[in-house]
């Protein structure tokens, strides 16, 4: 199965039915940042051409740098320049969903809600006091020393999510 989502990114897995009324599946994507893991289990009511089911899923993207993310959004948005040095996150997604196909292969549609658990390092630019210092260096009228600093924070979502993809049965 392959499919694009939102907290998901694109992801590609493999599903089995040990079942006829349950898929399971396991699977490795991307989010543009990072790649990430991603496993779940569905249940259908029912199967036909055209078939209801719910959805549960467990997914983590891995650390990775972000800063051009969020140069381009920064950029595009006209906004300060907040430098997001790095994010990953883990997820949970309980959706529910449409499949329209065959039993050898269909699309699906799914929406829901995700809860999501980030951890994210930003980097802030700040000033030195020199007044306070305790032996300050002699600096020319009008220049002020700068630190990078760097702040890890960990951010908590509880978010409306979708996906769309399409599945095949060998």
């Known amino acids: 199965m392959a499919d694009l989502g939102v907290p998901d990114g694109m992801t590609a897995a493999v599903a089995l039915r040990p079942h006829r009324m349950m898929q399971l599946h396991f699977g490795a994507g991307h989010n543009t940042i990072a790649p990430g893991l991603r496993a779940g289990v569905r249940v259908y009511p029912f199967t036909a051409a055209v078939s209801p089911y719910v959805a549960a899923e467990a997914g983590h993207y891995f650390v ?49 809600v995700s809860w999501i658990r980030a951890t994210a ?50």
């Open 64 to 112: 990775g740098n972000a800063t051009d993310l969020a140069n381009d959004t920064a950029e595009r948005y006209g906004l300060d320049d907040a430098d997001l040095q790095s994010l990953g996150y883990r997820y949970g997604n309980a959706h529910i969903g449409l499949r329209l196909g065959t039993s050898k292969a269909a699309f699906y549609l799914q929406g829901g």
């Open 121 to 170: 390092v930003v980097r802030e630019t700040r000033a030195l006091d020199m007044q306070t210092a305790t032996n300050p260096l002699p600096l020319r009228p009008g220049s002020e020393p700068t630190v990078d600093v760097y702040v890890e924070s960990a951010v908590r979502l509880f978010t409306p999510s979708a996906r769309l993809g399409l599945v095949a049965y060998f």
